[in-house]
């Protein structure tokens, strides 16, 4: 028996907190009976749940890693008509939701699924999973300008975490440089921002990995399926940040 909202966002309905909400909304029912009451025990193998009349048992668990282009709007639809990243999804019956969120001006790697459990796993800041990008950048930072992204830097949502960094590439003549970064958060144009903050704003911005999963040889505008191994390593990632996020610090 488990919870009620935990079984609809491991069936990918939504996030737990949104399961919630329909609940109390009353839009979910057990066995043809409306239940409005948060942290109701159901058995998913023999209980029949329904969203909005639509039956949640059974449903297969997509996950898709996607190399999102630019101009990509990181959403399921769009009320402005422009291209969102399921459009690119060809042959995939199920409904997927993009696992946090690239800006429309930011391609790469980009995981998709229906498992609400597992996006809530790799997308909550305690959990500390990496994410890597390739930043072109105007101007070419010195030592000490990276040092403070190194650090964490105060931007105006608050200091962020340390982030790693080091060059992948140099232009002299364009005055541009490549950077990599691996920062362990997912705040809003968060990389953009970094390097606003030392005055050397982004010119192009590509992730290029989450967790250890990396686009390799993926062409843009191109998906495929995670393998089992890969889920699991995710996993294995995102509850190995949360134990380190609850570890106590040594006194020095």
Do not use: W
Not at 66 to 89: C, E, H, M, Q, W
Not at 147 to 159: C, S, T
Not at 205 to 221: A, C, T, V
Not at 231 to 246: D, E, P, Y
Request: hydrophobic share 35%; with cysteine; charged share 30%.
């Amino acid at each position: 028996m488990e919870r009620l909202q935990k079984i609809l966002a491991q069936a990918g309905v939504a996030s737990r907190r949104k399961c919630e909400e329909m609940i109390l909304a009353g839009k979910v029912e057990v066995n043809g009976e409306l239940v409005t009451t948060l942290g109701t025990k159901v058995d998913p193998d023999k209980d029949t749940i329904t969203v909005s009349g639509r039956p949640i048992k059974g449903e297969k668990k997509i996950y898709v890693m996607f190399n999102k282009p630019k101009g990509v709007i990181t959403s399921a639809s769009d009320n402005k008509g422009r291209k969102v990243v399921t459009d690119y999804l060809k042959g995939i019956d199920e409904r997927v939701y993009p696992v946090g969120r690239l800006d429309y001006d930011t391609e790469g790697l980009l995981i998709l699924t229906n498992d609400g459990e597992f996006a809530n796993l790799l997308t909550h800041p305690k959990h500390h999973v990496p994410k890597t990008y390739h930043a072109t950048v105007k101007g070419i930072p010195h030592g000490s300008a990276l040092d403070k992204l190194k650090g964490g830097i105060n931007l105006e949502d608050g200091m962020t975490a340390p982030a790693e960094l080091e060059y992948k590439d140099i232009d002299e003549v364009n005055k541009e440089a490549v950077i990599s970064i691996t920062i362990h958060e997912g705040r809003n144009r968060q990389v953009r921002r970094m390097f606003e903050a030392i005055s050397h704003p982004v010119l192009r911005l590509k992730r290029i990995s989450f967790g250890d999963i990396s686009l390799q040889n993926l062409k843009r505008g191109s998906y495929r399926h995670l393998t089992k191994d890969e889920i699991n390593h995710l996993q294995q990632i995102a509850m190995s940040g949360l134990l380190k996020s609850k570890t106590p610090r040594k006194d020095t």
